[in-house]
């Protein structure tokens, strides 16, 4: 016999994250033509925070085909066509992804327009195609997560997404995900992440997160 699942978990968090690819993909046209032609100081501030956006797309929805939706499909069969649908719309975006990433190299190393332009498309084009994915799963997926997945395997997520992190700046990607919460959500989570997280937060993360994103969104629009 297996422990009671409990009645309901807090979702909240998957929307949040949602909410950052929402903001940064809508944003990033704006962000990308604030950038002189030749620029590359400010091309590769821009291109390097849209490339840990798109990593967080790919390692969020990489957490949820591996920890996630296994467990939604043994918990939750008679939704099987629904869990097959989003893992479908997961390899599309992650096809979409790849190119994205490489346009936010070339444009962060050469600051041209026309490379610019390329990642702005491709940007617009990726928020176009999981726009409809990341309302279905809020709509239709989070409900049935919140009354069958417990409370650790739901905590896992995150840490299974940073475990793949490679980069330099992991409060970049956290503060994007902290400032899209509310305030109730954003205490809790900061109360429970590991040790060395908070302090990496709290020592200087949170300053670092606020002077860089101060330096992306400037003249954007």
Not at 118 to 147: K, M, N, Q
Not at 154 to 164: E, I, N, R, V, Y
Not at 180 to 203: C, Q
Request: charged fraction near 25%; include cysteine.
């Amino acid at each position: 016999m297996t422990d009671a699942l409990p009645d309901l978990i807090d979702t909240r968090d998957m929307v949040c994250v949602h909410d950052v690819f929402r903001r940064a993909l809508g944003d990033a046209r704006g962000q990308v033509t604030s950038v002189k032609s030749g620029d590359t100081e400010r091309a590769t501030k821009v291109g390097s925070y849209l490339g840990e956006v798109l990593w967080l797309l790919h390692a969020h929805h990489a957490a949820e085909d591996e920890l996630l939706y296994p467990l939604l499909v043994d918990r939750a069969p008679e939704h099987a066509e629904l869990f097959s649908r989003m893992e479908a719309q997961h390899g599309a975006l992650t096809k979409s992804v790849e190119p994205a990433e490489q346009a936010a190299e070339r444009f962060g190393g050469s600051g041209s327009t026309d490379d610019g332009e390329r990642l702005a498309v491709a940007c617009s084009s990726l928020l176009e195609e999981a726009a409809g994915h990341l309302t279905d799963e809020e709509v239709e997926v989070l409900p049935i997560a919140a009354r069958t997945i417990r409370p650790e395997e739901w905590g896992a997520l995150p840490g299974h997404a940073f475990s793949q992190y490679r980069g330099t700046r992991p409060w970049l990607v956290l503060g994007l995900v902290f400032e899209a919460m509310p305030e109730d959500l954003r205490t809790h989570v900061l109360a429970n992440v590991p040790p060395p997280v908070s302090e990496m937060w709290f020592g200087f993360g949170s300053d670092a997160f606020d002077n860089e994103i101060a330096t992306i969104r400037v003249n954007a629009s």
